[in-house]
């Protein structure tokens, strides 16, 4: 007989059932053996010997204490009154502070249930039951304990939190994680050439299989015309379309609306819903320098926001970033790339500036859709810390103390993303469980030359602009939704 192949199913739900019930059984039979392992342990605490021996059992007390102390820290078990564990083993050993006069041991380790309300047990006297067993405490145990509480959570104590490190590959498994290397590691275009530059490509990108077909796979110019964004494998395509599009039309601008200019920069707003074409080839395109980009097709909900320099043969495009229509978890960008030709100009700065200022036309406030690439990363940072800084030092007016509320209304930035740079800066402090913004002058003219606000600037008189209607109540990121701030609520009581 041929040897059958076998056919593993996957587990129902029932089996997870089982499983569930058997860890549970394992874990109440583990936590049993450990409460009678405490038990032996405490027994053996209070019954050592006292007097003339004392001294010499209190090394054997010691050692019984730090051993109850090490099974505390196996699971996660908190210290009376909110002082840690190795804090109360340093005491142990360096004298006797632990001990009472007639040597009984007056600090334990909470049982895991009370292991949550070991920061309070310090504003009141009690008992902690470990594993069962009541161990009292006299009133001077109690004193000595408190002493070291306080000692331990002094007042005023001013730490800096520590800055968020943002993920590209957040919310990628392994096995996503080694598809998308496998997909995107060989380049399928060697260089694009776009007007009268030509770049090396960076990444591959998912072209329509019609270019790909006719060079196996494997395109080593692609060109594109700068104004339609249309795809060919070969110059003289190029240049008998442009000759007939440019002699038909003249159309030296991408398709949309110009709802800004100033000096020779110009914006451009495509909807991709009525120039579908446009965009997908402007995503195909940035996917030629991103790692990370999923929107190729499904264009229509998005706005398209290309940026271009004006001269006199028309508008080159430059970069450009997109935005969905109506964002329900608040992004106002969604996408942004700088062509590798024109990049170092600051032009990526630019346009997050400038999705900052659609946002304050909104007044909503807004953030970039997260994950953020490494590039995404180096253009934000620097971004929300000098407009930040530049805000506090020149554009807070005579207010002594302000909100970061106040900050987003200001600047449009949200929250979250300005208690980011605050980390950045090491302007955010705790102190005794309350967040301050605390920053002097001194301070932020020395962070200003370290993060200025660079050029070109985006000049709010110069953009034309109406935002889509939305309804304010159900606008969770509008301003007008937003809490007033703590010196506004105590203004209008008066």
Known sequence: HGKEERIVSPPSVGNARVRALKRKKDRRKRDEEERKERERILNEVHNSGVGSMGRRDNARNRSLQ????????????????????????????????????????????????????????TRRQRSVGVGGVVASTSATSSTALSAIAEEHTAVDVVTTIAAQTLDEHEGMDAAALKEHEEVTKVKNVGTLELGKYQMDTWYFSPLPKELLVRDKGMIDVLYVDEFSLNFFTRKEELLRYQRKELLGRGRRHPPGNEI???GNLSMFEVDGFEQRLFCQNLCYIAKLFLDHKTLYFDVDPFLFYVLCELDERGYHPVGYYSKEKYSDVGYNLACILTFPSHQRKGYGRFLIAFSYELSKKEEKVGSPEKPMSDLGQQAYIPYWTSTIVDFLLNHSGDSK??????????????????????????????????????????????????????????????????????????????????????????????
Not at 424 to 430: A, M, R, S, V
């Open 260 to 262: 800004y200019r100033c």
């Open 66 to 121: 730090e051993e109850l102390s090490d099974l505390g820290d196996e699971h996660g078990s908190a210290a009376i009154g909110g002082v840690g564990r190795k804090r109360l083993r340093r005491a142990a050993s360096s004298g006797d502070d632990l001990w009472d006069a007639n040597m009984n041991p007056i600090a334990t380790t909470t049982s895991l249930g009370d292991a949550d309300e070991s920061g309070r047990s």
């Open 401 to 494: 103390s302000m909100s970061i509320m106040d900050i987003a209304k200001k600047t449009s930035i949200m929250a979250e993303d300005i208690i980011f740079a605050l980390n950045t800066l090491e302007l955010l402090k705790f102190v005794n469980g309350v967040y301050f913004i605390y920053a002097e002058r001194a301070q932020l003219e020395e962070l200003a030359k370290k993060h200025p606000v660079k050029e070109p600037r985006v000049d709010p008189g110069k953009l034309h602009w109406t935002p889509y209607i939305n309804d304010v109540k159900r606008d969770k990121f509008s301003i007008s939704s937003k809490k007033p701030s703590v010196e506004a609520e105590t203004s209008s009581a008066h």
